[in-house]
């Protein structure tokens, strides 16, 4: 991870830049720059993974134009080598110095080309303006707002924009900003026909595209570490890579000290793939003396994301402080595209399409947001295969009446992919999904509902929860989030468009907790 900021006016001098933009050093701690680009700003904190000596600091610059990108371009080495036969030359190793050459060959078409997950700010010098852009479905974090002077200004988080800027807005995944205006380049998950491919060609190309989603994700200059829960995806992640890589791969598990659900069976998928395997262990009071913490770098008050932060975030400390590693991968956006527990209640195949178009297109306010922040505050780089452009754009295109599940086993489709490869145990493969933030212990949740339930009275609650027009929070719990949240984003809720919620408008999901232990067909999930 790294973090950037790019300012169009200078409204602020160098030195009081420097304050807003070192709330993000924890994403780039290893060099840091801010560069005058005559109008404006470009500012960047680095995190070396790519392209490791001095040489791969940004910003990079060409002819005037300047660039600061946090992201992974995948495939860079032969881009690469294109442009250096175009006579173009580098200086480093690093996958973000093609972009300015690739800007001066394709213009704003550039980001549509790109097989990346990124957030970058241009600098322009013929038209002395920045473009701005993020990946399609938000991979990379970026927000935007405005100074008095009508500037705009860009930032990794939103928390450099807090003081800055009156109103802080998440920016549009899979859009440029140029010329004072926002435009979509890249749409995944609009369908406009649907592929109609048998059972066992769609499994066989999830298969090969995962598998492709996952080797270009091994590419890394900096050591490499993957999170490994016990469920489903995360596991095929680990065994893809430990049999692609062809050696030993270090894997990460966390779990509350005295009923963790998955631990086990992460232990079993690490030793099944001969992992080198770390147990971490989580207390009651760590959680709870955590919380605040976490909220303050999430930047959200939804209670799923929240609740599944918490290990993530102490299972990413853990690694910050005790290993070299710098790169995780992780499993997260499967859900989306191949189904919830309770998308079970879809009550049609098109329904089921339209949850998963807006579950994907929100992704970088929930789940996406959860795994940048719990590893980007721990100064390492996320990676996450399922949310390869290529691997997301199939999976949306299957007919859905094959996603929905009709199989009596979510995900089907992805178990039945890999079925024949063995990568493995078959009670790993076919074991029912249990939610993250419950399989790191069911008492996790419990401990936080508890603890919420003692700092309100009923009365207090009423009162306390009527002062929010927006996103009301409808439990102690959330009232709990949000009074932290609101003392780190006043007046910043729209940035999370809601709670990530069930849909409740299908007969079985109208429930009032997000967990998926609210709802009948959880059965021997959390087991």
Known sequence: MCAIMGFSTK???????????DRTLSRGPDMSKIMDTGSGWLCFHRLAIMGLTEAGMQPFELDGDMVVCN?????????????????????????????????????????AK???????????????????????????????????????????????????????????PGHYYADGKFVRYADLTTVTEYCHDNLET?????????????????????????????????????????????????TFAIGM???????????????????????????????????EEVISLLGTYDITTIRASMGMYLCCKAIHEQ????????????????????????????????????????LYMYDVLRADRCISANSLEARVPFGDLDFVKYVMNIDPAMKVNTYDMGKYLLRHAFEKDHLLPDDILWRQKAAFSDAVGHSMVDDLKEYAETKYTDAEFEEKRKKYDFAQPFTKESLLYREIFEKYYPGQAPMVKDFWMPNKSWKGCDVNDPSARVLSNYGESGT
């Open 71 to 111: 992201g992974e371009l995948y495939g860079f080495r032969p881009l690469k080598r294109q442009l250096t036969e175009k006579g173009y030359e580098f200086k480093s190793g690093s996958d973000c110095e093609i972009i300015l050459p690739l800007y001066r060959e394709y213009g704003l078409s550039m980001f």
């Open 114 to 172: 790109l097989d990346a997950e990124f957030a970058m700010i241009i600098y322009d010098h013929k038209t002395d303006s920045l473009i701005a852009a993020r990946d399609p479905i938000g991979i990379r974090p970026l927000f935007y707002g405005y100074l008095d002077d009508g500037g705009i200004v860009f930032a990794s988080e939103a928390k450099n924009l807090i003081g800055l800027c009156k109103e802080v807005c998440p920016f549009p």
């Open 257 to 291: 000290d005295k009923d963790a659900i998955d631990l086990k069976y992460a232990r079993e998928v690490a030793d099944y793939i001969g992992a080198d395997h770390t147990e971490v262990y989580m207390t009651r009071q760590q959680v709870l003396d955590t919380l």
């Open 202 to 250: 769609v499994c066989r190309t999830i298969r090969n595209k995962l598998i492709a989603g996952v080797d270009k994700r091994l590419d890394a200059d900096a050591p490499l570490g993957f999170l490994l829960s016990g469920g489903l995806d995360s596991s095929l992640v680990c065994a893809i890579s430990a049999l692609v890589l062809g050696k030993k791969i270090r």
């Open 323 to 362: 290993t070299d590693i710098r790169v995780l991968l992780t499993g997260e956006i499967s859900d989306e595209l191949f189904g919830y527990k309770y998308t079970d209640f879809a009550p049609s195949p098109e329904a089921f399409q339209q949850e998963a178009k807006k579950r994907v297109d929100e």
């Open 11 to 21: 409204k602020l001098d160098k030195h009081e830049i420097w304050e807003y933009f």
